[in-house]
Structure formats: structure tokens, C-alpha cells
């Protein structure tokens, strides 16, 4: 149980356009979704955290305009990169919690979204 | 502010023990996890804290002291796929994650 997955696990896109990821939980329901990023060699970046139906919370320093939330189901998440630049280029990493798991705070991590812009 | 410290990088022998530290000062606490990241994959959870003491899985083992502001996690019997970067992250008091750098585990033969 508790499978996150996200698509597509890999984009190549060129600078200037927009490119949308999809989070889905797949086998329970997440109150809360978290998108991440993770440059080479570095941590793991919060972006912003989503809960079901309102807007999302976007850390200090993420370009809520550039970077769009939608959490429009308990199961699904997306994030549009808007007007991509070589430099958002990274690999994108989203999570959810349980609203119900055995664990409060755990969270689930999505396979990852490698993104190159050109 | 919020930080969390854990070693950037540590090798160890196929076959031996390695313990990775980790020491954290955040606005509250609601637990500690610890998660294994394989190059160019996401995380994968490992174990998670929140009263202290010793916490075994298998061959790996997570300690904690809400004393002290520390964890460790005890890696045994080392085998080359445990070559990964190990992440601590804790959760604060508004259950948000803040999360520590990672430290590269090498693993030689």
C-alpha cells in the first residue's frame, strides 16, 4: 500500500514552454500533497505544500506564478512548470501524506520527474 | 532558525557496521525520519522516531535522543547496494519536514 506515482518520470522540453507533472496517490487518499526539488548532489527543496480543494502554500523564495499547484482530488496533483528556463531544470520529487495511515507524519515520495529544458 | 547537521559524506567496508549521526535543532518536534535516496531516485522511507530509545529493522537500526537533539542510524552487515545518500529529516511543531543535506555512504568492497 500507499503508492505515490508521477508523470512522466522523464521531460526534455525547450526554453519557453510549459510542462505539467501529475502526482497521484494511488491506493489511498492524501489530505496533503508536498512537491520537492533536488538539484545534483543537494538535499531534497520543499516547493510548496497542497492540501485537497484549497490553494497551495508555496515556500519563500518559489514563484507561485512560475511554479502552479492544482490539488483538485485527494488523489491527484499537479505541478506546471510555467515558461521554463535551463535553469529549472532538476529533478522534481512530490509526496504525499495519509490522511488515514498508521503514521501521521509520514510521507510517500513519488518516483521523481527528471526535467531538462533546452 | 531551523537546522539539521549530519556528515556530507562517509566510506565503509562491505561486510562492516557504519552509524550516521545526526543532530537537529528545530522549532519543535514531532518525530525524526530517516530515508535511504539511491542516485537519481527518490527517497525511500527507512525508519521513523519519535519516543527515544533504540528503534531495530533488520540490519538497520535508528536511535534517538529528544534530550540531546540526536539520531543515529546503524547500518550492519554492510552490502555494496546500501551505497546510497541517507537523509534525516524531522518533523516541527507545524509537521512540517525540514530536511538534512544527506550523507553519501561508500560502500567499498
Known amino acids: 500500500g500507499a503508492v505515490v506515482s508521477q508523470h512522466p518520470s522523464r521531460v526534455i522540453c525547450k526554453s519557453g514552454t510549459s510542462v505539467k507533472i501529475e502526482c497521484r496517490s494511488l491506493?489511498?487518499?492524501?489530505?496533503?500533497m508536498f512537491w520537492y526539488r533536488q538539484f545534483p548532489k543537494q538535499s531534497l527543496m520543499l516547493m510548496a505544500t497542497?492540501?485537497?480543494?484549497?490553494?497551495?502554500?508555496?515556500e519563500q523564495g518559489v514563484e507561485k506564478d512560475k511554479f502552479l499547484i492544482n490539488h483538485a482530488s485527494l488523489t491527484l496533483s499537479t505541478l506546471t512548470v510555467t515558461s521554463a528556463h535551463p535553469e529549472d531544470s532538476s529533478f522534481y520529487i512530490c509526496?504525499?501524506?495519509?490522511?488515514?495511515?498508521?503514521?501521521?507524519?509520514?510521507?510517500?515520495f513519488g518516483p521523481g520527474t527528471r526535467l531538462t529544458v533546452l | 532558525g531551523q537546522n539539521i547537521d549530519q556528515p556530507t559524506e562517509m566510506t565503509a567496508t562491505e561486510g562492516a557496521i557504519v552509524q550516521i549521526n545526526c543532530t537537529y535543532q528545530?522549532?519543535?518536534?514531532?518525530?525524526l525520519f530517516w530515508y535511504q535516496q539511491h542516485a537519481g531516485e527518490a527517497p525511500t522511507f527507512l525508519s521513523y522516531?519519535?519516543l527515544d530509545g533504540l528503534e531495530e529493522k533488520g540490519r538497520f537500526s535508528s536511535f534517538l535522543s529528544r534530550s540531546k537533539g540526536y539520531s543515529y542510524l546503524l547500518l550492519k552487515e554492510l552490502q555494496m547496494k546500501d551505497s546510497a545518500s541517507y537523509l534525516c529529516a524531522v518533523v516541527d511543531s507545524n509537521y512540517q519536514l525540514i530536511w538534512g543535506a544527506g550523507t553519501k555512504l561508500i560502500i567499498k568492497p
Open positions: 522516531n519519535v
Open positions: 491506493d489511498f487518499q492524501a489530505t496533503t
Open positions: 509526496s504525499a501524506r495519509d490522511r488515514e495511515g498508521a503514521s501521521y507524519n509520514e510521507q510517500f
Open positions: 497542497s492540501n485537497e480543494g484549497s490553494k497551495a502554500t508555496y
Open positions: 528545530t522549532s519543535g518536534f514531532n518525530g
